[in-house]
């Protein structure tokens, strides 16, 4: 089993997207795995480090490959979102301008 993290700072856009793109390159040094699946799992990573980007003032990005699986989690530290339901509301975004 190999482990891997990245650490992710809440509101460093200029950094946004290095840990998703890092660990492109791990599980491309792995081999074997079908490009479609690389794909799909960039695309899922790199929307959660940016939603820790913008909304949380830290977070982490860890990896864990095991028999040919990969397994990501993302944690952050933030504000939560103080109003669920409004939230779930279609054009509702807690996102600041600059996002």
Not at 51 to 78: Q, S
Not at 92 to 97: E, L, N, Q, R
Request: aromatic share 6%.
């Amino acid at each position: 089993m190999t482990l891997w993290s990245y650490p992710i700072r809440g509101g460093d856009y200029a950094a946004g997207g290095a840990a998703a793109r890092q660990l492109k390159e791990l599980v491309k040094t792995l081999g074997g795995v079908d490009p479609l699946a690389v794909r799909r799992l960039m695309i899922a990573a790199y929307e959660a480090e940016m939603n820790v980007v913008i909304h949380a003032r830290r977070g982490v990005l860890e990896a864990r490959f095991d028999d040919g699986e990969v397994a990501v989690e993302v944690r952050d530290e933030g504000p939560g979102i103080p109003d669920l339901a409004l939230a779930l509301r279609a054009g509702y975004s807690t996102a600041p301008a600059e996002a």
